[in-house]
């Protein structure tokens, strides 16, 4: 990810405890570039500019009445920029940095200095404090990565059994040509209509998430959590160049769903978000690489519903018939529908158990009863048991789709284990769990 966002101009902010391996990131990174100078610093409360940026110099303010810093050896000359506890660094430092960020230029005196920058990577055990006016900084650090301790045992025998000597990155130095080029090229690549369609959607979502936020936060005369779905239009922006990158990288010349989930790294602004962000990228990509499927079951429903209403009830196991719901389906012992049809209008109740099946109790959430034939109310809502005809019909429609849903996840699946940068856990857990969510609501 380090090496992406450098790659893609941007600023990556690593979110870790002391002692995990950011500061060692980042001073591998400098490897990957030729002949490439570094300059890092660690911040603290009573950090300078002078320190970050140079100090002044005597002879031009002398001498040319200028106040200009001499930049050698100091951030505005450095490609790569190592800043840990970047949130401790004084109002001077923070003003300058965002300048430095966004359009990779410093004010030095009375003219600007365009950069040689290619990313800055900062880091830190905690996010930035609220109220004090870190926000505009925070939003240039498009990529924010957690960075946390090992666990598998084998790695941390690794850990301990090694050197600490940090190895130059195996491969050949990209030079300031090789750069320029890569940078050219991932611009060519291909935003597909679909994938803009569906970032398009994500950024409604996140505002109506956003807003119904904002006016809880000011029902209750609560602004902490205000704006904490907010995502800039800048960021947004430099988030596409990013899945760009991602793209041509990996040897491809158009945008895929697998660079789309690298969006999970980029629209988060507190860690109790990511969970959420995760759960809509997952969802959304599930829906737009199943477009075709849902359309296709869609139609089959709509000709189930012309089906006669005539016949035997669908049994799947012999011991239960499905009841039709609205956007799933439950499953209902026979023995207990027999007995709420033997006592019309009484009623019984019952709790959801695994898979949709409905247990009956003597208390539960749900409130049933048989008012006619065939027909049974829960909370209030009446639905039909599934006839046989019709799950005849279901049965062949799934038998006609399974293959290609099969072929569809595999093709999904297969595109994110060949994207180098798609690694995380947490966002692959989220969009298995949101195909096989899709999966069942297709049986049902």
Same mark, same amino acid.
């Given at each position: 990810?380090?090496?992406?966002?450098?790659?893609?101009?941007?600023?990556?902010?690593?979110?870790?405890l002391?002692?995990?391996?950011?500061?060692?990131?980042?001073?591998?990174l400098?490897?990957?570039?030729?002949?490439?100078t570094?300059?890092?610093?660690?911040?603290?409360?009573?950090?300078?500019p002078?320190e970050?940026?140079?100090?002044?110099?005597?002879?031009?303010?002398?001498?040319?009445d200028?106040?200009?810093?001499?930049?050698?050896s100091?951030?505005?000359?450095?490609?790569?920029?190592?800043?840990?506890?970047?949130?401790?660094?004084?109002?001077?430092?923070?003003?300058?940095?965002?300048?430095?960020?966004n359009?990779k230029?410093?004010?030095?005196?009375?003219?600007?200095?365009?950069?040689?920058?290619k990313?800055?990577?900062?880091?830190?055990?905690?996010?930035?404090?609220?109220?004090?006016?870190?926000?505009?900084?925070?939003?240039?650090?498009?990529?924010?990565?957690?960075v946390?301790?090992?666990?598998?045992?084998?790695n941390?025998?690794?850990?301990i059994?090694?050197?600490?000597?940090?190895?130059?990155?195996?491969v050949?130095?990209?030079?300031?040509?090789?750069?320029?080029?890569?940078?050219?090229?991932?611009?060519?690549?291909?935003?597909?209509?679909?994938i803009?369609e569906?970032?398009?959607?994500?950024?409604?979502?996140?505002?109506?998430?956003?807003?119904?936020?904002?006016?809880?936060?000011?029902r209750?005369?609560?602004?902490?959590?205000?704006?904490?779905?907010?995502?800039?239009?800048r960021?947004?922006?430099k988030?596409?160049?990013?899945?760009?990158?991602?793209? #041509? =990288?990996? %040897?491809r010349? *158009?945008?895929?769903?697998s660079? !789309?989930?690298? /969006?999970?790294?980029?629209?988060?602004?507190?860690?109790?978000?990511?969970?959420t962000?995760?759960e809509?990228?997952?969802?959304?990509v599930?829906?737009?690489?199943?477009?075709?499927?849902?359309e296709?079951?869609?139609?089959?429903?709509?000709?189930?519903?012309?089906?006669?209403?005539?016949?035997?009830?669908?049994?799947?196991?012999?011991?239960?018939?499905?009841?039709?719901?609205?956007?799933?389906?439950?499953?209902?012992?026979?023995?207990?529908?027999?007995?709420?049809?033997?006592?019309?209008?009484?009623?019984?109740y019952?709790?959801?158990?695994?898979?949709?099946?409905?247990?009956m109790?003597?208390?539960?959430?749900?409130?049933?009863?048989?008012?006619?034939?065939?027909?049974?109310?829960?909370?209030?809502?009446?639905?039909?048991l599934?006839?046989?005809?019709e799950?005849?019909?279901?049965?062949? #429609? =799934?038998? %006609?789709?399974? *293959?290609?849903?099969?072929?569809? !996840?595999?093709? /999904?699946?297969?595109?994110?284990?060949?994207?180098?940068?798609?690694?995380?856990?947490?966002?692959?857990?989220?969009?298995?769990?949101?195909l096989?969510?899709?999966?069942r609501?297709?049986?049902?």
């Amino acid at each position: 990810m380090a090496l992406l966002s450098a790659l893609s101009g941007e600023s990556i902010f690593l979110l870790g405890l002391p002692g995990v391996g950011k500061s060692m990131v980042a001073r591998r990174l400098k490897t990957v570039f030729q002949d490439a100078t570094a300059f890092e610093y660690l911040m603290s409360r009573f950090s300078t500019p002078d320190e970050i940026f140079g100090p002044v110099s005597i002879s031009k303010l002398k001498n040319a009445d200028c106040y200009e810093r001499v930049t050698a050896s100091y951030l505005p000359e450095a490609e790569v920029v190592i800043l840990d506890e970047i949130w401790k660094a004084g109002p001077a430092i923070q003003n300058s940095l965002l300048t430095v960020l966004n359009e990779k230029i410093y004010h030095n005196g009375d003219h600007d200095m365009p950069l040689p920058l290619k990313g800055i990577i900062a880091a830190s055990n905690e996010l930035p404090a609220e109220d004090e006016g870190l926000e505009a900084l925070w939003d240039r650090f498009l990529l924010r990565y957690i960075v946390n301790p090992i666990h598998q045992k084998k790695n941390f025998f690794t850990l301990i059994d090694g050197d600490e000597i940090v190895r130059p990155v195996a491969v050949q130095a990209i030079t300031q040509a090789e750069y320029d080029e890569i940078v050219a090229s991932s611009k060519k690549v291909v935003l597909p209509s679909h994938i803009k369609e569906l970032l398009y959607t994500l950024r409604l979502k996140m505002n109506k998430m956003g807003d119904e936020i904002n006016n809880d936060s000011r029902r209750n005369n609560d602004d902490d959590n205000v704006d904490a779905y907010y995502v800039s239009d800048r960021r947004w922006k430099k988030a596409v160049g990013v899945i760009k990158m991602s793209a #041509f =990288l990996n %040897d491809r010349h *158009e945008v895929n769903m697998s660079d !789309v989930l690298l /969006l999970s790294h980029m629209l988060w602004n507190d860690e109790t978000m990511i969970p959420t962000v995760n759960e809509l990228i997952a969802n959304q990509v599930t829906a737009v690489f199943l477009a075709k499927l849902v359309e296709h079951h869609k139609s089959n429903k709509r000709h189930v519903a012309k089906k006669s209403n005539e016949g035997n009830y669908y049994s799947p196991d012999g011991t239960h018939y499905v009841v039709q719901c609205t956007s799933c389906s439950f499953r209902l012992k026979i023995s207990n529908y027999e007995l709420m049809a033997n006592h019309p209008n009484e009623f019984y109740y019952a709790s959801e158990v695994t898979d949709g099946q409905l247990e009956m109790n003597q208390m539960g959430q749900y409130v049933m009863c048989v008012y006619k034939k065939g027909h049974v109310c829960i909370n209030g809502y009446n639905y039909p048991l599934l006839l046989e005809s019709e799950a005849e019909l279901g049965n062949s #429609f =799934l038998a %006609d789709v399974n *293959e290609e849903l099969t072929q569809t !996840v595999s093709k /999904l699946k297969k595109e994110i284990a060949e994207n180098i940068f798609v690694k995380d856990a947490s966002i692959i857990r989220s969009l298995s769990h949101a195909l096989s969510m899709y999966k069942r609501q297709l049986e049902y």
